[in-house]
Nanobody, 113 residues
Framework: VHVVESGGGLVQPGGSLRLSCAASGFTFSSYAVGWFRQAPGKEREIVARITYRGSVSGTYYADAVKGRFTISRDNAKNSVYLQMNSLKPEDTAVYYC?????WGQGTQVTVSS
């Protein structure tokens, strides 16, 4: 089983990034997938989550990212994406993908001028 995040980097405030989470080794479409983040000195927190039931996806967003972030999934590619717009310095963190009991290694997002 592998869960791998990518797409992090350094971006200026107001900029955008698109994170990707690729999973393999299990039936991806059966799982809800969540994006979490952990900033230095803080606990890991949920950012967004996407479920999949009967061809319909449901989504959840933390209040801090509502209206700026969009989570989506492509079950055919065993992938989930997090489109992050209007980034703020407080979005700086390591972002992790969670699928069931599995976590990726994280990808660093830094928002700074």
């Amino acid at each position: 089983v592998h869960v791998v995040e990518s797409g992090g980097g350094l971006v200026q405030p107001g900029g955008s990034l698109r994170l990707s989470c690729a999973a393999s080794g299990f039936t991806f479409s059966s799982y809800a997938v969540g994006w979490f983040r952990q900033a230095p000195g803080k606990e890991r927190e949920i950012v967004a989550r996407i479920t999949y039931r009967g061809s319909v996806s449901g989504t959840y967003y933390a209040d801090a990212v509502k209206g700026r972030f969009t989570i989506s999934r492509d079950n055919a590619k065993n992938s989930v994406y997090l489109q992050m717009n209007s980034l703020k310095p407080e979005d700086t963190a390591v972002y992790y993908c969670n699928v069931g009991d599995y976590w990726g290694q994280g990808t660093q997002v830094t928002v700074s001028s």
